[in-house]
């Protein structure tokens, strides 16, 4: 395979356990091939928040009570402390929500924020809106690469001629590693150097998987 480095652009919110999946998928490509990751949020309650009434109730209170707070404490973290701490605190947030079960708790916001070496007082950003035009502007440039009709996670690569390309998903479980990791991502380039690729879907049949 080709040395030159790539850059892909991965656009979550710390909420979505799909996106927790192939967030962790970019992760052990990073060990495989010659690929830099930037971290980048989309928020699901900006997303939805003009087809609440359209959603099942379940997920409509998700948004309405849980989607806004992690995603505001990573932007706020994000404008403070800079772009390098995002990843990291993704995956502090992530593992606690996700593998730990803790969900989307102000306990787990503030572990995670712990865990990072990142201070305890983000966690109220949670509950503030200081940050909400640039979290609006992120998601919004995310989003605008593939669509409104797509959730998260978006990724962005080279596609042909170094022209970029942007994907909802993969969605995929569990976390491909290794040499799985690789071809699934040699896999990414192959559709997205693919003039006119638009979709690849089947039914989803299985949970994520966190192991």
């Known amino acids: 395979m080709s040395e030159t480095r790539t850059t892909a652009e991965f656009y979550f919110d710390p909420l979505c356990p799909w996106a927790w999946m192939t967030s962790r998928w970019m992760l052990e490509v990073e060990k495989v091939r010659p690929v830099d990751v930037r971290w980048k949020v989309m928020s699901l309650a900006v997303l939805n928040e003009d087809r609440l009434d359209d959603l099942p109730a379940d997920y409509r209170e998700m948004m309405e009570t849980q989607a806004w707070g992690p995603v505001r404490v990573v932007i706020a973290a994000q404008q403070l402390h800079g772009d390098e701490v995002v990843g990291e605190l993704y995956t502090a947030l992530g593992t606690r929500f996700h593998n730990q079960g803790e969900g989307p708790t102000r306990a787990a916001i503030e572990a995670a924020l712990a865990d990072v070496g990142l201070p305890a007082d983000l966690a109220a950003y949670a509950d503030k809106d200081t940050y909400d035009a640039e979290l ?17 996670p978006v990724i962005a690569v080279p596609g042909a001629d170094g022209e970029e390309v942007a994907f909802f998903g993969p969605v995929v479980t569990p976390t491909p ?11 990414t380039l192959l559709v997205a150097s693919t003039p006119g690729f638009f979709e690849i879907k089947r039914t989803r049949t299985a949970s994520p998987s966190f192991e």
């Open 177 to 187: 590693r290794g040499e799985a990791a690789a071809r699934l991502w040699d896999g």
């Open 136 to 152: 609006r502007a992120s998601h919004k440039e995310g989003i605008e690469k593939v669509g409104q009709d797509v959730g998260t």
